[in-house]
C-alpha cells in the first residue's frame, strides 16, 4: 500500500478521534468516548506503517498539520468557534512549516 495513503489515512483517524474528544463532553458520553480510543489506535498504527516509507520529520510534520488546520476548520464550522485574523495567520505559519520540511531535503 501506498505509504502516502497510509500517511492520509492516519490523518483522517485523527482527526475523527479529536472530534470524538469533544463529542464525549468529558468522557460522560460512552459511544464518542470509545471511539477516541479505537481511531487513535488506527491513527498512530497508520501513521507507524507510513514511517516505513517517509521520513519522520516530513511524515509528523504533514500529519500534525493537516490534522491540526482540518480541526481548525471544523471549530469553525461545525463547533462555532470564531474564526479571526490571528487563527488564519497562525495557521498559514504551521502550514508554510510543513511545506517547508517538505522541500528541505526529504527522500521520498
Known amino acids: 500500500m501506498n505509504h502516502w495513503v497510509m500517511l492520509v489515512g492516519a490523518i483522517f483517524f485523527e482527526v475523527a478521534g479529536t472530534i470524538c474528544m469533544k ?19 488506527v491513527a498512530f498504527t497508520l501513521l507507524t506503517l507510513a514511517l516505513k516509507k517517509i521520513d ?12 491540526t488546520a482540518v480541526i481548525a476548520g471544523i471549530g469553525i464550522v461545525w463547533f462555532r468557534e470564531p474564526l479571526t485574523a490571528l487563527k488564519v495567520a497562525s495557521l498559514l505559519l504551521i502550514v508554510a512549516g510543513m511545506v517547508g520540511l517538505n522541500l528541505g531535503g526529504a527522500s521520498h
Open 23 to 41: 463529542l464525549s463532553e468529558g468522557f460522560t458520553r460512552p459511544l464518542p468516548s470509545v471511539l477516541i480510543f479505537l481511531f487513535y489506535g
Open 56 to 67: 519522520v520529520s516530513v511524515a509528523y510534520a504533514v500529519w500534525s498539520a493537516v490534522g
